[in-house]
């Protein structure tokens, strides 16, 4: 990696402000003639149309653009499926000390969609710059990189059944990244035990069956859908596919009901006492010593397990009111001798108002608590006693749960949101400003950006 220069950003921003797209994933809206409120109520909120294209293996209708007086770059693009989107933020742990740092997030670049009368479907999306640093499109591992064949059952296209292959983020009713409206992450997907580095924000690498029941006057009504993948656990490409991931669930009214789970095992560096007694696990204990298991190859196995239900409803055509719980366990976090369970607790629930196509308000409240394996008290080296529990492995600084992070402490949160596109014909540029009251274990945050897609 090297630094991303901010200047070449700008440059390249005005160039894509000199370009007609929009903020969605513009392939889509120039597909439809630059129809984004075809699939969104606003982006990436989807009406049904919408959930109908996302289940559908990204099926739009036929359109003949002949006729359709439009640039050689936009006619271009609408055949080409590639897009781009930038977020340069601004973010303060500190807001009250009014001080923060500006710098680009993600730029990500990103191609999907169906071929062959639909009957495949494909999705790359890579991040080529992160956290201002610049990576190549070939080097690291794709957010997400999968092909789906798409096979219907009956004549009137009642049932619809997909098969994927690649690396994606988990089918969750609420994305931990590609497709959320809050740009501060959900604290439940990031939590993980111990030596466990698992989170359900992380995508992983596997096999998914997805299977859709489709209703209404045009069957293009979502009526229910299940997923089940067969996944390696990882962020890399390894033929390890041992874990498993489900998900069903059922719309009622204007109301959607699912549940999910993951199961999943793998082996933990063992935890065992140096010759001043002191425990150290994988993460070396607080001095950062070597673990002793490494060379001695001692691992001991711990399976764990998600459960999890959501809800999304649509409250009234302009508000949305969704919530997420789930339940976590590990056998053996710490990969004890003798195996001491950890468990977790918690989720999120919010509200998305609408006042109009263009402007956005957003609240929403996370919660997670720890009930965790505590390691025997010890004095360090400096003669000051403590205690190596959950609490003390945190990570995350201010609280700030980053894609994959480590959440080690009970913790509640409010975020307060607000998404804006100023230029009603311009819906390529949105404007964010969202504040994190941190209530328990975690501090505030204070973000603001814009977004730019092409």
Same mark, same amino acid.
Not at 92 to 113: F, K, M, T, Y
């Given at each position: 990696m090297k630094k991303f220069s901010f200047v070449a950003l700008l440059t390249g921003a005005i160039f894509l402000l000199s370009a007609n797209a929009t903020y969605a994933y513009p392939w889509f809206a120039r597909k439809l003639v630059d129809s984004c409120n075809k699939c969104h109520t606003a982006f990436p909120q989807n009406n049904d149309y919408g959930q109908y294209v996302k289940y559908s293996g990204y099926e739009l209708p036929q359109i003949s653009y002949d006729g359709l007086e439009e640039s050689v770059i936009r006619r271009f693009l609408r055949y080409f499926p590639v897009a781009g989107r930038f977020e340069i933020d601004a973010i303060n742990s500190g807001p009250s000390e009014l001080r923060g740092d500006v710098n680009v997030r993600e730029a990500q670049l990103i191609s999907g969609g169906s071929i062959l009368n639909n009957k495949v479907s494909w999705w790359f999306h890579k991040h080529v710059v992160q956290e201002n640093e610049f990576i190549s499109l070939f080097d690291g591992t794709p957010h997400e990189m999968w092909g789906q064949y798409n096979l219907r059952f009956s004549k009137n296209d009642v049932t619809r059944v997909s098969l994927r292959y690649g690396m994606s983020e988990l089918p969750l009713a609420f994305s931990p990244s590609k497709t959320m409206l809050s740009e501060i992450p959900y604290a439940i997907y990031n939590a993980a035990l111990g030596a466990n580095k698992f989170t359900l924000s992380t995508p992983e690498y596997g096999f998914a069956v997805l299977a859709t029941k489709m209703g209404g006057d045009n069957y293009n009504q979502v009526k229910a859908n299940a997923q089940m993948a067969v996944v390696n656990g990882k962020a890399e490409f390894s033929n390890d596919f041992s874990n498993i991931f489900g998900r069903l669930s059922v719309p009622i009214g204007r109301t959607s009901l699912g549940t999910f789970a993951y199961l999943g095992s793998g082996d933990l560096m063992m935890a065992v006492a140096d010759e001043h007694g002191e425990e150290h696990g994988e993460e070396g204990g607080e001095h950062g010593e070597e673990p002793m298991g490494q060379d001695m190859g001692m691992m001991m196995e711990n399976s764990y397990y998600r459960l999890g239900l959501d809800f999304t409803c649509s409250i009234a055509p302009n508000a949305n009111f969704y919530a997420l719980a789930l339940y976590g366990r590990d056998s053996n976090p710490l +990969?004890?001798?003798?195996?001491? +369970?950890?468990?977790?607790?918690?989720?999120?629930?919010?509200?998305?108002?609408?006042?109009?196509?263009? *402007?956005?308000?957003?609240?929403?409240?996370?919660? !997670?608590?720890?009930?965790?394996?505590? !390691?025997?008290?010890?004095?360090?080296?400096?003669?000051?006693?403590?205690?190596?529990?959950?609490?003390?492995?945190?990570?995350?600084?201010?609280?700030?749960? *980053?894609?994959?992070? *480590? !959440?080690t402490a009970d913790m509640d949160d409010i975020v307060l949101g607000l998404h804006f596109i100023p230029f009603k014909q311009f819906e390529r540029l949105k404007l964010v400003t969202e504040y994190k009251f941190g209530l328990k274990g975690t501090g505030d945050l204070l973000m603001s950006g814009f977004h730019l897609a092409f």
């Amino acid at each position: 990696m090297k630094k991303f220069s901010f200047v070449a950003l700008l440059t390249g921003a005005i160039f894509l402000l000199s370009a007609n797209a929009t903020y969605a994933y513009p392939w889509f809206a120039r597909k439809l003639v630059d129809s984004c409120n075809k699939c969104h109520t606003a982006f990436p909120q989807n009406n049904d149309y919408g959930q109908y294209v996302k289940y559908s293996g990204y099926e739009l209708p036929q359109i003949s653009y002949d006729g359709l007086e439009e640039s050689v770059i936009r006619r271009f693009l609408r055949y080409f499926p590639v897009a781009g989107r930038f977020e340069i933020d601004a973010i303060n742990s500190g807001p009250s000390e009014l001080r923060g740092d500006v710098n680009v997030r993600e730029a990500q670049l990103i191609s999907g969609g169906s071929i062959l009368n639909n009957k495949v479907s494909w999705w790359f999306h890579k991040h080529v710059v992160q956290e201002n640093e610049f990576i190549s499109l070939f080097d690291g591992t794709p957010h997400e990189m999968w092909g789906q064949y798409n096979l219907r059952f009956s004549k009137n296209d009642v049932t619809r059944v997909s098969l994927r292959y690649g690396m994606s983020e988990l089918p969750l009713a609420f994305s931990p990244s590609k497709t959320m409206l809050s740009e501060i992450p959900y604290a439940i997907y990031n939590a993980a035990l111990g030596a466990n580095k698992f989170t359900l924000s992380t995508p992983e690498y596997g096999f998914a069956v997805l299977a859709t029941k489709m209703g209404g006057d045009n069957y293009n009504q979502v009526k229910a859908n299940a997923q089940m993948a067969v996944v390696n656990g990882k962020a890399e490409f390894s033929n390890d596919f041992s874990n498993i991931f489900g998900r069903l669930s059922v719309p009622i009214g204007r109301t959607s009901l699912g549940t999910f789970a993951y199961l999943g095992s793998g082996d933990l560096m063992m935890a065992v006492a140096d010759e001043h007694g002191e425990e150290h696990g994988e993460e070396g204990g607080e001095h950062g010593e070597e673990p002793m298991g490494q060379d001695m190859g001692m691992m001991m196995e711990n399976s764990y397990y998600r459960l999890g239900l959501d809800f999304t409803c649509s409250i009234a055509p302009n508000a949305n009111f969704y919530a997420l719980a789930l339940y976590g366990r590990d056998s053996n976090p710490l +990969a004890f001798a003798e195996s001491q +369970a950890g468990r977790f607790f918690g989720g999120f629930a919010g509200l998305d108002y609408f006042m109009n196509e263009r *402007l956005m308000l957003q609240f929403r409240y996370d919660g !997670v608590r720890f009930d965790s394996p505590i !390691v025997e008290q010890h004095d360090d080296e400096m003669g000051e006693e403590h205690e190596d529990s959950m609490d003390d492995m945190d990570h995350e600084g201010e609280g700030d749960h *980053l894609h994959g992070a *480590l !959440v080690t402490a009970d913790m509640d949160d409010i975020v307060l949101g607000l998404h804006f596109i100023p230029f009603k014909q311009f819906e390529r540029l949105k404007l964010v400003t969202e504040y994190k009251f941190g209530l328990k274990g975690t501090g505030d945050l204070l973000m603001s950006g814009f977004h730019l897609a092409f």
